[in-house]
């Protein structure tokens, strides 16, 4: 018989004799469940039905109403409600979304996160114009993007330069990307070239579903603490604006004199305008995208019954 190959979703066909037994699929070489063969089973005897009771002499006889809500004439009843599942939810609006649909939107994603590492992050705008600024790997090891134009007015390469330091928490959120990165087409690629892997590999794949999950988490996270501790150029630009007032500071005996101190810090930092980008938005959002995608993914690993999910919205009537 052929059949839907719950795992990969591909047609295959198995004997007749392998119905309701766990088999192979020629496909994916993974074990499932066959389905069982139909076999309608058909009643020796008909059963008749009993012939209605006639009324006796004298005894008002009452029509009563049927399940199609037909009344004494035949008509429909108008009384009777709907019992359509549409009439009681209304319709559906939204999509679905299939196991390899998920895959690609948690490959596509986990690209984009390492395309967009080479774009600009973080940067210094002094009245809107970009004068300094550092993509994801630049900050990783401590690099920095000057603008010509604007330092020929300004004069602070060089000392951003000498305090720019390593984005360190970019270190662990490479390697989990890059493992997530790595898992997310291995499965399609040993596919592809038919390509062996040695046992302990083939093992890390056969739960690649729980790994894409924890790794794509722990890059937000390294991600998220890295932007809140600061980047390289706003460490820089602190530190510069703290060392340019550290006479104020150190005459403030007052309060009003040590509030005056921090407001010059604050003037001297905010002359950087040290600003994120939306490249750095939108390299968040894919690898958010990629945790949903990975944990829907688990999901359906365990559920090998379901093909997908929808995703929407169901209207009132």
């Known amino acids: 018989m052929r059949l839907l190959c719950p795992l990969c979703q591909k047609v295959i066909s198995i004997p007749d004799n392998e119905a309701g037994k766990a088999v192979n699929c020629p496909e994916c070489k993974k074990v499932f469940q066959a389905p069982s063969l139909f076999v309608p089973e058909v009643s020796a005897e008909p059963v008749l039905a009993s012939p209605p009771t006639r009324p006796k002499s004298g005894e008002k006889f009452e029509f009563e109403k049927t399940d199609l809500g037909l009344s004494r004439d035949g008509l429909a009843s108008p009384n009777r409600a709907a019992s359509s599942p549409a009439a009681d939810f209304g319709s559906f609006r939204g999509f679905s979304i299939t196991r390899q649909e998920c895959q690609w939107v948690i490959r596509v994603c986990l690209t984009l996160a390492v395309l967009l590492g080479f774009f600009t992050w973080v940067k210094s705008a002094p009245a809107g114009y970009t004068a300094y600024s550092q993509s994801g790997w ?14 020929e007015a300004l004069h602070n390469e060089e000392a951003l330069r000498a305090k720019l330091h390593t ?5 662990p959120y490479a390697l989990a990307l890059l493992l997530a990165v790595i898992l997310s087409w291995a499965d399609l690629i040993l596919k592809e070239f038919n390509l062996r892997v040695p046992p302990f590999v083939k093992t890390l794949l056969d739960q690649r579903e729980l790994v894409l999950l924890l790794a794509t988490s722990l890059a937000l996270v390294f991600l998220c603490l890295q932007n809140v501790l600061g980047w ?11 060392e340019a007032n550290t006479t104020a500071q150190a005459a403030a005996t007052t309060p009003e004199k040590a509030t005056l101190a921090k407001i010059l810090m604050g003037k001297e930092l905010g002359s950087y305008n040290i600003q994120s980008t939306l490249w750095f938005e ?4 894919c690898i958010l995208l990629a945790i949903v995608s990975s944990g829907f993914l688990y999901w359906l690993k365990w559920h090998t019954d379901r093909r997908g999910f929808k995703l929407g919205v169901v209207l009132d009537k």
Do not use: C, H, K, Q
């Open 138 to 151: 630049d900050a990783f090891f401590a690099g920095l993007s000057v603008d010509r134009v604007a330092e």
């Open 167 to 171: 984005a360190w928490w970019l270190m």
């Open 232 to 242: 390289g150029l706003e460490s820089a630009a602190r530190t510069i604006a703290w």
């Open 282 to 285: 939108i390299n968040l959002f």
